[in-house]
């Protein structure tokens, strides 16, 4: 059974900064592609980044420049460090793994940046 487990979550002022972490199980960490997707209230869920077992990275056009997705490969951890945080970018952020047919998911954490 594959399991994601996503940290990091908070509120944070405009400008500020938040690093997400995603604990993945087993050693399925080294195999498919682990990706950081979000979903706003009443929208769908929509990819943000992801990274391949070779560590090449891809970004929605929103986030480039601000976030960095990263992998720890000796902790099965994957990093979404987020920079110069916009209220726009309040969602409940979710860890993916995609490797062939399967499709895993983490249960979310939720991101508020306000005042």
């Known amino acids: 059974q594959v399991q994601l487990v996503e940290s990091g979550g908070g509120l944070v002022q405009p400008g500020g900064s938040l690093r997400l972490s995603c604990a993945a199980s087993?050693?399925?960490?080294?195999?498919?592609?682990m990706g950081w997707y979000r979903q706003a209230p009443g929208k769908e869920r929509d990819l943000v980044a992801t990274i391949t077992s070779g560590g090449l990275t891809n970004y929605v056009d929103s986030v480039k420049g601000r976030f960095t997705i990263s992998r720890d490969n000796t902790k099965n951890t994957v990093y979404l460090q987020m920079d110069s945080l916009k209220p726009e970018d309040t969602a409940v952020y979710y860890c993916?793994?995609?490797?062939?047919?399967?499709?895993?998911w983490g249960q979310g954490t939720q991101v508020t940046v306000s005042s």
């Open positions: 993916n793994r995609k490797f062939g047919v399967q499709n895993n």
């Open positions: 087993g050693n399925i960490f080294r195999t498919g592609i």
